[in-house]
């Protein structure tokens, strides 16, 4: 059972007086029978006495580690059929209060905005989207049927929304072009986004062509990965982050070798990609792509310090780095060191060592055609690399790699 804490605060300037106002905080009150599926009873602990806040004067009472109990029924039923899934059913929270002054008895009342109750952390994503279309599309504070027939939403006032969650929650809304690049995602090319409906189930409930996720879930993923590993950078503006393969190779193919952008995955769920332009011993200008960096792999090393040291072996030959300039054409350095974290070793005469992200190519590989993913050197690929090289260039690489990576080329 999970504890919760909510405060309330009176806002109108009261008289002294010489009593104390107590606050009874319910769950559910008054709600008309059969509107929910799940009942739930609130921790005994449910009575405060209001006190003055020091900083304003105001008379709040906050309840801490509240409680909501599930209500069982004689029968066995939990409650009463429901066709809404949980993240949808809104329930909510009231206060009352008794206030008495010269006589008169004056009973209080307000009630929170309507709220999702979820079981587990899976819910959370699909709970959050519930929130967010309520308080887009309704002004009405206990519409708690809402999502019984919920309304659509225009294009205009849902990328509004997602502007305001990635401010909100990782510091940097998304400029018109990212935002364009989202309405694309979700509804296809069009002449203008603003007018295009997008429903409920569009948004959260329905997968993307082609995919096995929906466009909510893809991007609460990325808003996830932001908050855990890319913060920094993605403040500072060093992550374009949504752009499509093909609006990444209009934006790259004229620009000099070396020239890279950082995206988002379209196909990995919480991933980051960069693609930088790359020249072939044939002088061909290609677009190469590194497989995407998941939360699993950015847990070991820095986004930051895996841009800087990236590397390639091709044909055995350990290659500086491809990566120049970020687009349009800001030094790398200049724009990723002073993010990069270098760990110091204390206390004993070691050695200092690094996790450097290589990729394993071959420039025969590079001009081939169609494009190619190719596994980058690990305990399980040695097999597919072995004709490649020789068996003590292996061991000397081994020893100075960890984990994996992966590079593609793009036409």
């Not at 605060?9 to 799940?38: A, C, G, I, M």
């Not at 044909?315 to 780095?321: A, H, K």
């Not at 974290?341 to 004993?348: C, E, L």
């Not at 081939?368 to 061991?395: G, N, R, T, Y």
Request: charged letters at 20%; glycine letters at 6%; hydrophobic letters at 40%.
């Amino acid at each position: 059972m999970t504890q919760f804490s909510t405060k309330v605060r009176l806002l109108v300037k009261l008289p002294e007086v010489d009593y104390q106002l107590r606050v009874k905080v319910t769950f559910d009150k008054d709600l008309p029978p059969n509107r929910v599926s799940r009942q739930f009873a609130m921790s005994n602990n449910n009575t405060k006495v209001m006190d003055v806040e020091s900083s304003n004067g105001c008379l709040s009472a906050e309840f801490k580690r509240l409680e909501l109990k599930e209500q069982k029924f004689v029968n066995g039923m939990k409650g009463h059929e429901s066709f809404l899934p949980v993240a949808e059913e809104l329930h909510v929270i009231s206060y009352q209060a008794q206030f008495s002054i010269q006589g008169i008895t004056i009973d209080l009342e307000t009630n929170s905005l309507p709220l999702v109750v979820i079981s587990g952390h899976g819910q959370m994503p699909s709970g959050w989207a519930s929130v967010m279309w309520y308080n887009m599309l309704t002004d009405e504070p206990k519409n708690l049927s809402f999502f019984s027939s919920p309304f659509s939403s225009t294009w205009a006032q849902l990328s509004e929304v997602l502007h305001w969650q990635f401010s909100s929650f990782v510091g940097l809304g998304l400029n018109k072009e990212q935002l364009s690049m989202l309405g694309n995602k979700l509804l296809g090319p069009q002449a203008s986004y603003n007018d295009c409906q997008v429903s409920l189930a569009m948004f959260c409930k329905e997968n993307l062509p082609g995919r096995s996720f929906t466009f909510w879930t893809w991007l609460e993923c990325i808003l996830d990965l932001i908050k855990k590993h890319l913060q920094p950078l993605w403040m500072d503006g060093c992550i374009m982050g949504f752009a499509t393969k093909e609006r990444e190779q209009t934006l790259l193919k004229e620009r000099d070798v070396g020239t890279f952008l950082l995206r988002f995955s379209e196909s990995h769920l919480g991933g980051i990609t960069f693609t930088w332009v790359d020249q072939c011993n044939d002088e061909r200008v290609k677009l190469s792509s590194v497989v995407p960096y998941t939360k699993n792999r950015l847990g070991t090393l820095p986004f930051a310090n895996i841009v800087r040291d990236y590397k390639l072996i091709a044909d055995g030959v350990l290659s500086e780095n491809p990566l120049k300039f970020l687009y349009p054409h800001i030094p790398m350095e200049e724009a990723f060191g002073k993010h990069c974290i270098t760990q110091q070793v204390q206390g004993f005469d070691y050695l200092q060592s690094d996790f450097m992200p290589i990729s394993i190519v071959s420039n025969s590989r590079l001009a081939e055609s169609p494009p190619l993913e190719m596994p980058v050197l690990s305990p399980w690929s040695l097999d597919a690399i072995s004709q490649s090289f020789s068996p003590s260039d292996i061991q000397i690489i081994l020893s100075d790699l960890r984990g994996e990576n992966e590079v593609c080329n793009l036409k």
